[in-house]
């Protein structure tokens, strides 16, 4: 897969910067593309072993290894080992996402946080069961690592850290372990408070606190969650489909936890469903006082993408619920598991494309781009290439890192650069920047990204 947009913008720009720029986001232009533990793991592998696109990737790949091991990790502990197909059947949802699984691939401090969060959320579930302070020290370390690594992670943990803390209080009146638990929880928010502080302000100061959403929670978050999810079943993304059948997951939610909180003793599947649904709901009711009190905007797609693992928490505890109720033979139910899990994890198959991503879409085909440009230079010439802004970084991440040879690219600029002559041009399909390339170059060859142009008057020139 090429590398996308915004992961090439991160290695070129902020992986430049010295460790305390980064961390306080105070080098040239910040922005709150710099998410900080991802820039300074994409430096340090860099430094370590090259800058190949694997290495700059390797985080996240290896946060996805962290999301996969710990999800059934936490179903197996929720399930026990008698019910394996139902561990696995929790399992398959929380990993039938595509579009969450592409954020494992991607350089971007989304995947990174989620691959903390996952852990935090199994440790979280030890420290209540056990009363362990090991875990919950545990499950505090990696909400920390899962905000520095993305800002938009900070309602969430402390939404699971809240409700660990009040399931802990309602399981058993161990007043030692609440009091060092809040001990240890104090803490780390005033280190966390301290180390994001410069870089928050920076982020303010220069008003780069702007992505997301002011239409309203189910629109913004819940709405760009489902279109994400759906991205391949387009009647799917009528609003009367979207607010109806997420408006109905959280009332289920919300009435499953209930029920749980006053029917069913705190352990085993009950245990996590009240964790799961309490952290759900009160990441809900979190930002939307957020956006009550101060007018922070709601998460919208990428932002919000820590919800998927809550909202199927919902869907594997209404599951589970018809599990437990449905009159038929166990074989039977175990069919139904079985049935389930397979026709997910297929249909999370075919539709998965390895080599583009939703989020980026526009970034499929650069690495063809370039080898086919370079593929029709003449070893002992360099032609040089104009470009259309969006493809910019990732045009220069191949060239800058050694990739491609015979090609130098124009200076980076918003606009068309006809001012100037280069031997190519490649821009979007726009119809009007496309007319106005086409008084000084002709169509080269088409893509499914872009257009690449030659210069009627090619070549410009050669360098030997």
């Known amino acids: 897969m090429s590398m996308t947009h915004d992961e090439a913008a991160t290695f070129l720009v902020y992986t430049k910067w010295s460790i305390y720029d980064i ?29 190949h696109q694997l290495m700059v990737r390797l985080a996240n790949i290896l946060a996805g290894c962290s999301f996969f091991y710990f999800s059934w990790r936490l179903m197996q502990q929720v399930f026990g080992p008698k019910n394996k197909l139902l561990a ?26 989620m691959g903390f ?88 100061e220069h008003d780069q606190l702007y992505f997301g959403g002011e239409n309203g929670f189910f629109q913004d ?13 387009s009647f799917l993304h009528s609003p009367e489909y979207i607010h109806g059948g997420f408006g109905l997951l959280l009332i289920f939610a919300a009435s499953r936890l209930l029920f749980s909180l006053f029917k069913e003793k705190s352990q085993g599947p009950a245990l996590f469903l009240q964790l ?80 583009t991503m939703t989020e980026w879409y526009y970034n499929v085909e650069d690495r063809k781009i370039l080898s086919e440009l370079e593929t029709s230079i003449p070893k002992n010439e360099t032609h040089t290439l104009g470009i259309w802004w969006l493809f910019f970084p990732t045009f220069e991440f191949y060239l800058e890192t050694g990739v491609y040879q015979n090609i130098q690219l124009n200076p980076h600029n918003m606009q068309l650069d006809l001012e100037q002559d280069y031997d190519y041009y490649f821009i979007d399909h726009n119809a ?17 990204q872009g257009i690449l142009f030659r210069h009627k008057n090619f070549p410009i020139q050669k360098n030997k």
């Open 23 to 51: 961390w306080t986001n105070s080098g040239p232009n910040p922005t709150a593309n710099n998410h900080l533990l991802n820039t300074l793991l994409i430096k340090f592998w860099v430094q370590l072993f090259g800058d």
């Open 221 to 233: 978050t819940m709405g760009s969650l489902a279109q994400s999810y759906t991205h391949n079943i």
């Open 117 to 204: 969060f996952m852990p935090a959320i199994y440790f979280s579930l030890q420290a209540v069961s056990n009363s362990s302070i090991r875990s919950w020290s545990g499950a505090v370390g990696l909400c920390l690592l899962a905000v520095l690594a993305n800002f938009s992670s900070l309602v969430f943990c402390i939404a699971l850290l809240g409700s660990t803390l009040l399931l802990a209080l309602k399981k058993e009146r161990n007043w030692r372990f609440l009091g060092q638990s809040l001990g240890i929880a104090s803490l780390a928010a005033l280190l966390l408070a301290l180390a994001i502080y410069p870089a928050v302000i920076t982020l303010i």
């Open 276 to 355: 799961g649904l309490s952290c759900l709901l009160a990441s809900c009711i979190g930002h939307i006082l957020l956006y009550l009190l101060f007018d922070v905007k709601f998460l919208i797609q990428r932002t919000a993408l820590i919800y998927f693992p809550l909202l199927q928490f919902s869907l594997i505890s209404l599951l589970y619920s018809l599990y437990q109720v449905f009159p038929l033979a166990k074989k039977w139910k175990n069919t139904a598991l079985v049935f389930t899990s397979v026709l997910g994890l297929s249909l999370f198959g075919l539709n998965y494309r390895p080599n």
């Open 432 to 448: 009007e920047r496309v007319a106005a390339l086409s008084k000084k170059y002709e169509r080269f060859k088409n893509y499914q």
């Open 88 to 113: 696995l059947l929790g399992f398959s949802l929380l990993l039938m996402n595509n579009y969450q699984f592409d954020f494992f691939a991607v350089a971007r401090g989304y995947g990174l946080s």
